[in-house]
Each structure stands twice: as structure tokens, then as C-alpha cells.
């Protein structure tokens, strides 16, 4: 099994890099191969919608998301980190969702030739906001919980934590433990 991970915070080393890195652990330990991709670095527009990929299947758009599109569709699992930025995900990340459209026609439906590969896979979220109340991300939540639900994708939850100062979270150990065991769940053998 391969676990994906996507960085949307453009701070690596940050509140959210750290807690990705854990749930990565523990899907290594719960022996998944894992990757992580850091989308800051990565040269990824915004959706236009051309409604070109409704009939291909391929996005107009020629930038790195093809490469992450391949390696979510060899993933059995994906988990997304994300900080909120002015109440919302960062902009690289949602570029990043945009983008997903290209696995969809113009009905919503899966493209034929990608439906055995997304089929089963797994999404999971981790947030961080610098408001005390991690409520504060529930309109991310919601994004990655609906885009799970409309696709049928196994939703494995979100782990949800609050810091601020670069690296803070490594203090808190309940966060941490929620992301590793977000990790082990990604990875667990589908029963």
C-alpha cells in the first residue's frame, strides 16, 4: 500500500509539516510505503474551467499537477495537511483540489479510466489554525469531507489542532498521537 501526503502549507518544518510527517509514520509503521508531496513547490494554477478534461480525462492546463495526479491514482490512501490561511485553505491547496476535476466528467462521474484506481482509496485531513478553537478549519473540513462524500472515497477523518509559533505542535502530544494513528489508519489493511 502507498500513503500519499500533501503539504499545503507553504512553511515546511511547520505546524502542519510536522503533524503530516507524523501521520506518515505511522502509516510506514503500519508498513505503507508513504511519499510526500510539498505544493509550494510545485507549479500548480487554478482550475479555468475550459471543461476540456470533461471529454479527455487530461487537463489543458500543462503544469506539475499531471505528476501528482499520477501519484494519487497509484496511492491507496491520501492524507492532506493543511493551515488555515484568512479562514480557509492556503491557495496552494486549493488549486490542488481544483484541480481534481480532471478525474470527473461533465456529470460529476468518475472518467471510466481512472474509476478502478480511485475506487477505495482513502482521504484523510490534518488542520492547523493559530485560533485556540480548531473549529476554526470546519470549512476545510468541510471541503475534503464533502469532496470524499460526492466521490465515494473512503473518508478516514481529520485531525484537527491549533498552533501558531513555527513547530509548535511538536509540543502537543495529543495532536501528534491523532496524526500518527491517522497514518496507521490510512495504511490498515481494508477489511
Known amino acids: ?3 500519499l501526503g500533501i ?6 518544518g511547520g505546524n502542519s509539516d510536522v503533524l503530516l510527517g507524523q501521520a506518515l509514520e505511522g502509516a510506514k509503521a503500519a508498513g ?3 511519499k510526500k508531496i510539498i505544493l509550494a513547490r510545485k507549479e500548480i494554477a487554478g482550475c479555468r474551467d475550459c471543461k476540456k478534461c470533461n471529454k479527455t480525462g487530461i487537463c489543458a492546463l500543462k503544469d506539475d499537477m ?3 495526479q499520477e501519484q494519487i491514482l497509484e496511492a491507496g490512501a491520501v492524507i492532506h495537511s493543511v493551515p488555515v490561511y484568512f ?3 492556503t491557495s496552494q491547496m486549493k488549486a490542488y483540489l481544483e484541480r481534481w476535476c480532471v478525474f470527473f466528467d461533465a456529470e460529476w462521474k468518475w472518467q471510466k479510466a481512472y474509476y478502478p484506481k480511485m475506487k477505495g482509496k482513502r482521504i484523510g485531513l490534518i488542520t492547523v489554525c493559530g485560533d485556540p478553537d480548531p473549529h476554526t478549519a470546519d470549512p476545510i473540513v468541510h471541503s475534503f469531507r464533502m469532496t470524499a462524500e460526492m466521490t465515494r472515497l473512503n473518508w478516514l477523518g481529520c485531525v484537527m ?4 509559533d513555527k ?3 511538536a509540543g502537543n502530544e495529543a495532536a501528534l498521537s491523532e496524526a500518527f494513528d491517522l497514518g496507521k489508519k490510512a495504511a490498515a489493511p481494508v477489511s
Open 1 to 3: 500500500m502507498k500513503v
Open 7 to 12: 503539504m499545503g502549507s507553504p512553511r515546511v
Open 32 to 34: 505503507a510505503d508513504v
Open 66 to 68: 499531471a505528476e501528482i
Open 87 to 89: 479562514w480557509t485553505m
Open 161 to 164: 489542532a491549533s498552533a501558531t
Open 167 to 169: 513547530g509548535e505542535i
